[in-house]
């Protein structure tokens, strides 16, 4: 037999419960699969609707009155509370029961009509000054308001919750006096650190917007949405409501961590004040998430786009929510990366990416006049590129998918040409990624025909193939040969202009008005002609004229010295007066005598005057010997 619960003067044996007044029993009020054995007077004296059940029990003449009560809110748990307040036994109200006692006593009509102070007034109260004013509590209210959900809209209960949260979510979050445990210290959210529970007035300076992510990720989809709407309505900035919707997103759907791009805040690794985990159907949450979001770009937001859009396609979402997808990744397609682009085929298709979801969105980039504003530096990064940035971004990023799929064996051809000319021409300065996605999707399927390859080589432009593509395209044994030719014939061009502009550059006689466009033109086609093989030839040219210039300059030199010394050779032989000075001769030849010519003996003289002739014959030889060495 199970043994009586005793609880504040009732107790419970198996599913009834019993007051223990000692008194017999005339009422029963069964709520579910419960039975309550009370008295009539405590409970018609309180509640309206009791006593008109018990008017209308009048004429019967059943002891017991007996009565069932359906759908009651908060059930057996919330009808005790109500029993034990009839009673008069003290009754304390929490914020995980206010919102249910509230409607409870609503039902029974508990109004101050039947009696001073009763239960609906005392709940309101309670709800007004302690629930209202109280992050923590309000949340809590809110959260267990979900089960009598319709009576707490009729009694404004939620409203009245959702505008007090989102009035607190844009102010000083310590005036709410919640404390928390959090990173193994006792604070409240707003950074006041407290201490047994008291707040010290210390602060902790944080510039923290987003410490309310986590409390709220427990709320139900559709209350987090009616939040988030009221939020917005009160102004909060659009990076923090777009932060809490991608934290709820990430919470509640697993698959899109990877995808997420992150936020500034903090992971909470402490339940929120012991709420309970929401239970969320994901497909619904996702249909809703993508209502909320704004029409805004950035880098982490592009990338959690693009996560919802794979877990959209897993999910199989609605197709109206998969194309607001798909667009609103299109109009910022130019932040994407090339990892989150591979999104798998998650029906029965053959290939192993979804390239057509890819096809739409490059056409929604292409097509969509995109006059989104972006996110504020500080919160979700990049400001707007302009559209021909735009433009090449994306074009190099479709060229790179391009690469990266054409490995797969079941791609058709047809697929890799949509794929390549959905983007106009003039989005690629170099067609050299394309043609690298192509060799790798040849290579890839050696039984494409001929007659297929052709018609996917006729996407590349060959005049704005580089030189080192030429090269590798000319000499490639995968490519048609009626291809080959075509790039040999522009591989010659290139070539061509490109010695052309060399040789300009090394020409000495252009003007000094056109000399800063030379050396321009010749440092691009030097730079052509290098990456094509010339480069060794174009040195040794420019080196060679410049010695050839430095030589001439050099033989001027030297027969200008010659000159000089042949003429004051002449000059010396002529003048008798210059032997009776050797000192004078030594002099201009840049010789120092030693001897005075007051000590001379008239041999020495005679060794003297044959002296200005061998200083000739030396400089003959220095000079021929300098001639030699110059060309050699």
């Not at 030693?594 to 000590?599: C, H, N």
Request: with cysteine; net charge neutral.
């Amino acid at each position: 037999m199970t043994q009586p619960q005793k609880l504040s003067g009732f107790h419970r044996q198996g599913h009834a419960w019993f007051c223990n007044a000692g008194l017999p029993s005339d009422i029963t009020i069964s709520i579910e699969d419960i039975t309550f054995h009370l008295h009539m007077f405590p409970l018609i004296s309180r509640c309206g609707k009791i006593a008109r059940a018990h008017e209308e029990s009048k004429n019967t003449k059943r002891k017991t009155l007996a009565i069932e009560l359906e759908e009651f809110p908060g059930g057996p748990d919330i009808f005790l509370i109500v029993a034990k307040f009839c009673y008069g036994f003290r009754v304390e109200l929490t914020a995980r029961d206010v919102a249910l006692v509230y409607c409870a006593s609503d039902h029974l009509e508990m109004t101050d009509e039947f009696g001073e102070d009763n239960l609906l007034q005392k709940s309101e109260s309670f709800f007004h000054k302690s629930v209202l004013h109280n992050w923590k509590e309000c949340i809590l209210a809110l959260q267990s308001s979900e089960p009598v959900l319709p009576r707490a809209e009729k009694l404004q209960l939620v409203s009245k919750c959702l505008n007090a949260l989102s009035m607190m979510a844009c102010t000083d979050p310590s005036l709410f006096g919640w404390p928390m445990k959090m990173y193994g210290s006792f604070q409240s959210p707003g950074g006041s650190i407290l201490w047994n529970g008291i707040n010290t007035g210390a602060r902790i300076r944080s510039s923290e917007s987003d410490w309310w992510f986590e409390d709220i990720s427990y709320l139900s989809v559709s209350l987090f949405e009616r939040l988030i709407k009221t939020m917005q309505k009160r102004g909060i900035r659009t990076e923090n409501l777009v932060g809490a919707i991608m934290y709820y997103s990430r919470k509640h759907l697993p698959g899109l961590g990877r995808w997420r791009g992150e936020q500034g805040g903090k992971t909470r690794t402490v339940a929120s004040f012991g709420l309970s985990p929401a239970t969320v159907d994901q497909k619904v949450l996702l249909e809703s998430i993508e209502k909320l979001l704004p029409e805004k770009k950035g880098e982490s937001f592009c990338r959690f786009l693009l996560g919802l859009l794979r877990v959209a396609l897993i999910l199989n979402v609605n197709q109206s929510c998969k194309d607001s997808l798909e667009r609103r990744i299109g109009t910022q397609l130019d932040l994407a990366t090339l990892e989150s682009l591979l999104i798998p085929t998650y029906s029965d298709s053959d290939t192993l990416y979804n390239t057509g979801c890819i096809e739409r969105i490059v056409h929604h980039f292409i097509t969509t006049e995109s006059n989104l504003t972006a996110f504020s530096p500080s919160s979700l990064e990049m400001q707007a590129s302009p559209s021909s940035e735009s433009l090449r971004k994306v074009a190099k990023l479709i060229d790179s998918y391009i690469a990266e799929i054409a490995s797969d064996a079941n791609l058709k051809p047809g697929t890799i040409r949509a794929l390549a000319e959905a983007l106009p021409n003039s989005s690629r300065s170099l067609h050299d990624g394309l043609y690298r996605a192509l060799d790798i999707y040849f290579q890839a399927h050696p039984c494409v025909s001929d007659k297929e390859k052709e018609e996917l080589c006729n996407i590349i432009d060959y005049q704005k193939l580089s030189i080192d593509a030429c090269a590798h395209a000319s000499q490639n044994k995968r490519l048609p040969l009626r291809v080959v030719l075509q790039v040999l014939y522009f591989e010659q061009l290139h070539l061509r202009s490109a010695l052309t502009g060399c040789l300009n550059t090394l020409d000495g006689e252009i003007a000094p008005t056109a000399a800063g466009a030379a050396t321009s033109l010749g440092d691009t086609a030097g730079e052509i002609v290098e990456r094509g093989g010339w480069v060794k030839f174009v040195r040794e040219t420019r080196v060679l004229k410049l010695d050839m210039n430095r030589m001439s300059s050099r033989v001027g030199e030297l027969e200008e010295e010659f000159s000089k010394i042949k003429q004051e050779m002449k000059s010396v032989t002529k003048s008798h007066s210059s032997f009776s000075s050797p000192r004078l001769i030594a002099r201009k030849f840049g010789c120092k005598l030693v001897p005075r010519l007051s000590d001379a003996q008239p041999e020495s003289l005679d060794r003297s005057g044959s002296a200005p002739r061998a200083s000739v014959e030396r400089a003959r030889r220095s000079l021929k010997s300098r001639h030699s060495q110059s060309f050699s």
